[in-house]
């Protein structure tokens, strides 16, 4: 599975943000959405990635008074990023290293999409439940009088 199967199951819905807005904006605006990231564009170009933890971090430094604050004093300027390509465990794999929740589908500079690790999570069940759900019928479909082949013993 790629994360290009995540990504046309998701829809292509983008949130953005830009790097000099003011941090507040941004917020409201994840809370409006009920969404955990927004993209900081720049120029057309990726900027910077702004979460929940970004605003954790800048809420705790700054005593919750960010009214001034503006969104690259909080962004991650070097988010993780993968492509449409990349395959499911790598993208769970660089997840998990870099504790990352959510992650900039980019083609070359072309922004396609988010993925989140609830969205990989997802997408992760789902296959499992399919794999169980054809090995089930499989079983279940099992011709009569015939015993399955005894594995080789070594």
Partial sequence: ???????????????????????????????????????????????????????????????????????????????????TETDMDEVRRMMLERHARYMPVMNKKMLMGVISFHDVARAVVDSQNFENKMLKAYIHDWPEGQAPAESPRL
Avoid at 15 to 31: K, V, Y
């Fill in 1 to 83: 599975m790629k994360v290009s199967d995540i990504l046309r199951i998701k829809g292509g819905t983008l949130f953005t943000a830009a790097p000099d807005e003011l941090l507040i904006d941004a917020l409201t605006r994840m809370a409006d959405r009920d969404i955990g990231s927004l993209v900081v564009m720049e120029h057309g170009e990726l900027a910077g990635m702004i979460t929940v933890r970004e605003l954790t971090q800048v809420l705790v430094k700054m005593g919750g008074k960010v009214s001034a604050t503006i969104v690259r004093s909080a962004m991650d300027d070097s988010p993780l990023t993968c492509t």
